[in-house]
């Protein structure tokens, strides 16, 4: 069955460029009605306009298909809110909600003011939160929902100045570890991409030869079918860009049991580092009451 959308409805947040357009193009391609929310500001969130969003529904109206532009800053719970509502007026319903809308205030921790951590945070993690939380009760009553968040490499891994994203980012996997098990009664599945794409957000940072082949559509076509009816996974986070994608997971060791009288003492810690943190044997847990009850398994 090819990944359709025929009588859905979508919401991508930050959609009036680079990914967050891509994901709303591709969606209204393949038969959804798509809520285009982007606040218009610059690369760190100053300023707002309603150019980028309209310019996006034009596209899609061009294409033959539905859209309708949402301006609010999905770091304001109200205008989350708002977004929602406006989905659920106009379209009467929504299965789909893209968690996509960035901003970027790049520091080195020692010189990062608490606003600027804070701004950061406050559009990736919680801009994230309000419009699922503001989406659940109205996936919950249809019994149906597909989630997607954005995370980032920056946040899985690591990257130079990039404290409030990377912290930001993988929070969201955090979060979504918790609502994977809440959603799925309900029919809400949730996963997430770690994206790589050349967009005004990474074109200064990427080598000018990869450029073409970092295509947001190449992303698009994870996140269509992670949002798609045929997808059962869920709390699912792919690496996906330039046409690579794989699933990656927080991973724990085999590790070691101390014995009861060694496992207060720090020596016997480090005689038993170099296993402790051997990731040869690594393996992931689907929650953490398997994780528990794999820590408590020999008594
Ligand atoms: P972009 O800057 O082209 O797009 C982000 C969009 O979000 C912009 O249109 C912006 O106006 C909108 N936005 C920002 N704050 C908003 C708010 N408060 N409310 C509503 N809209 C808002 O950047 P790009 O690359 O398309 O980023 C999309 C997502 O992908 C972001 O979450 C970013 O962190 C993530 N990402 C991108 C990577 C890449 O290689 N391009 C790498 C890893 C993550």
Redesign the pocket.
């Known amino acids: 069955m090819p990944v359709r959308f025929d009588g859905r409805v979508a919401i991508v947040?930050?959609?009036?460029?680079?990914?967050?357009?891509?994901h709303a193009l591709m969606l209204a391609s393949r038969g959804a009605k798509v809520v285009v929310?982007?606040?218009?500001?610059?690369?760190d969130?100053a300023g707002r306009s309603s150019e980028?969003a309209d310019r996006v529904v034009a596209e899609i109206k061009a294409g033959g298909a539905e859209a309708l532009a949402n301006y609010?800053?999905?770091?304001?719970e109200a205008?989350a809110k708002r977004l929602i509502e406006n989905a659920v007026s106009r379209f009467g319903r929504i299965d789909v909600l893209v968690?996509?809308?960035?901003?970027?205030r790049d520091k080195t921790f020692a010189k990062m003011a608490s606003e600027d951590f804070r701004a950061v945070v406050?559009?990736?993690l919680m801009?994230s939160v309000y419009c699922t939380a503001a989406a659940w009760p109205h996936m919950r009553e249809a019994g149906y929902g597909r989630i997607v968040m954005?995370?980032?490499?920056?946040g899985l891994y690591g990257n130079f100045g990039q404290s409030n994203?990377g912290a930001a980012?993988m929070a969201l996997v955090g979060l979504v570890n918790v609502i994977k098990l809440e959603g799925r009664k309900n029919g809400i599945l949730i996963n997430t991409v770690?994206?790589?794409?050349?967009?005004?957000?990474?074109e200064a940072l990427?080598p000018k030869h990869a450029l073409p082949y970092?295509k947001?559509e190449y992303?698009s076509a994870a996140v269509l079918y992670l949002c798609s009816e045929e997808c059962q996974s869920s709390g699912d986070v792919i690496s996906v860009?330039a046409g690579y994608l794989a699933k990656t997971s927080m991973m724990e060791a085999e590790g070691v049991y101390l014995a009861q009288d060694q496992a207060a003492d720090p020596d016997s810690v480090a005689a038993a580092y170099d296993k402790i943190t051997d990731m040869s044997s690594a393996r992931p847990f689907a929650s953490a009451a398997e994780y528990v009850d794999h820590v408590l398994a020999r008594f």
């Open positions: 947040t930050g959609a009036g460029s680079g990914l967050g357009r891509s929310n982007d606040l218009g500001g610059a690369l969130g980028a609010d800053s999905v770091s304001d205008g968690n996509n809308a960035g901003i970027l406050d559009v990736h801009g954005t995370s980032s490499g920056a994203y980012k770690a994206p790589i794409a050349a967009t005004r957000m990474t990427m970092l947001s992303v860009g």
